[in-house]
């Protein structure tokens, strides 16, 4: 039987070929700029170049693979990977203009070919992505997985596999109980020697005789059908527990969280900043002249508008925006609604485009805030809802943010139920457990796409 990985092989040389025509493309658009060959002309330097060109793409797939076919890769994680193949060709290109001793081009003439190249492969693969997820959705280049057992974290795996993009087929369910399509464990030997299956998911909630478990395991590995055992969970919190060291032991935290090193922590920080104080010193000035003036024609009062909110580790802070409403007594209370009294034309303008929410640029420099995390909300809300949501504290793991993942989903403005909330949340705490750098630089990307074509909840 045929492993998923080799079934994949195809589609990972697509890709690899695909890449390698898209990077050459890349160095003719530079060329149309001024900005390649490397070199200065002679009679062969553009063949040379794009020979040196070639052998670099082919160093850097080596060391750097591709994983936008991966089941379960997000778009983050193509992105990072585009960002991190075409440094490393960029590198080894140059590298190798040296070793000839042909020609070294500068850093700014290799960071402007980079910059060409890395938006070009990112947008390749993004398009590629597209391609792949209709390919698993028609039915090609599916997993087989067969499901032993229940329990919430199963419950968890097959809505995952029922996502068209991680390209699975359920051929057999199989329990202690038999119900609803699951059938009994001792017809799956006979399933698994007679069935193309190629993944076998185990839930650690059912009891299992040890001599049938250890026959089920030789007959995986005799049919070639990778094994992967689902933990135990007692409620829904255990999402996405991880192994860690205790001395010399180990425990299993319940939430993952890149953002308790310290070095993800001074990256953020430092992403932050490089994005808040250019704003702030070239862009901010003249959007508050603009605001300020507008406001104080239309609405009396003042221009900013500033409110406690909740924040990282539950502490109150102050949080900064234009002001959007008339002056109510309801401001710490009451969210916006459609056609809301309070919000007059030149309120809803700036809350349909965001730009009340720029100001949080200031909370961002102070340390208060990031500008990618999860939503600060009022103190009343987070008074409500955390009493009705078991784990509505958690998004305070990290700083608020002035845009979010739940945001770019179409979680935002008005939460009219307790479920509104609670999908929010699950949203912020997936955002906590899956952190990057990349996440964050898709989050914006995103957040501006919405702001053009806005936003119909944002009023």
Request: aromatic letters at 12%; charged letters at 20%.
């Amino acid at each position: 039987m045929r492993s998923v990985s080799n079934k994949s092989s195809w589609i990972l040389l697509s890709i690899s070929l695909i890449d390698w025509v898209v990077l050459d493309i890349s160095l003719v658009i530079s060329a149309f700029f001024g900005w390649w060959p490397m070199q200065p002309l002679t009679e062969f330097s553009v063949i040379d170049d794009l020979l040196l060109a070639n052998v670099a793409y082919l160093i850097a797939r080596v060391y750097e693979p591709i994983t936008l076919h991966h089941r379960m890769v997000n778009p983050a994680t193509v992105m990072k990977n585009a960002f991190k193949t075409t440094l490393l060709y960029i590198l080894v290109y140059d590298a190798l203009l040296g070793m000839t001793h042909a020609f070294v081009p500068g850093f700014f003439r290799s960071m402007t070919v980079f910059a060409i190249a890395f938006v070009c492969l990112t947008i390749e693969r993004m398009f590629l992505r597209k391609i792949l997820h209709y390919i698993r959705k028609s039915g090609h280049d599916i997993s087989r997985a067969v499901l032993v057992g229940h329990g919430v974290m199963m419950d968890s795996v097959k809505a995952e596999m029922k996502d068209g993009w991680n390209g699975y087929e359920i051929v057999g369910e199989f329990g202690n109980t038999v119900k609803d399509g699951v059938m009994p464990l001792e017809n799956l030997l006979p399933f698994i020697q007679n069935r193309q299956t190629d993944e076998l998911f185990l839930s650690m909630v059912e009891k299992y005789d040890d001599n049938w478990l250890n026959l089920l395991l030789t007959e995986c590995e005799q049919q070639v059908v990778r094994v992967y055992y689902v933990p135990e969970s007692y409620s829904s919190k255990e999402r996405h527990t991880v192994p860690m060291e205790f001395g010399n032991a180990y425990v299993l935290a319940q939430y993952n969280e890149p953002l308790m090193n310290v070095m993800n922590r001074i990256k953020k920080r430092v992403f932050d900043l490089v994005i808040t104080i250019p704003f702030l010193c070239l862009v901010f000035p003249f959007v508050y002249l603009i605001v300020a003036l507008v406001t104080k024609i239309t609405m009396p009062g003042p221009v900013f508008f500033k409110q406690k909110r909740t924040g990282y580790d539950g502490k109150d802070f102050w949080v900064y925006k234009f002001r959007s409403m008339k002056m109510n007594a309801d401001a710490d209370n009451l969210q916006a609604t459609k056609g809301d009294p309070r919000v007059p034309q030149w309120g809803k303008i700036l809350r349909h485009a965001n730009i009340d929410e720029l100001p949080q640029f200031i909370n961002v420099l102070k340390g208060e805030m990031s500008v990618v995390g999860p939503r600060p909300h009022m103190l009343a809300h987070t008074e409500y809802y955390s009493a009705r949501i078991g784990d509505y504290m958690v998004r305070h793991y990290v700083k608020p943010g002035i845009t979010g993942w739940a945001q770019t989903h179409g979680l935002r403005g008005e939460t009219k139920t307790v479920d509104d909330m609670a999908r929010r949340v699950e949203m912020d705490i997936w955002y906590i457990e899956h952190w990057s750098m990349w996440l964050d630089v898709s989050i914006i990307l995103k957040t501006i796409r919405d702001v053009v074509k806005g936003d119909d909840n944002a009023y």
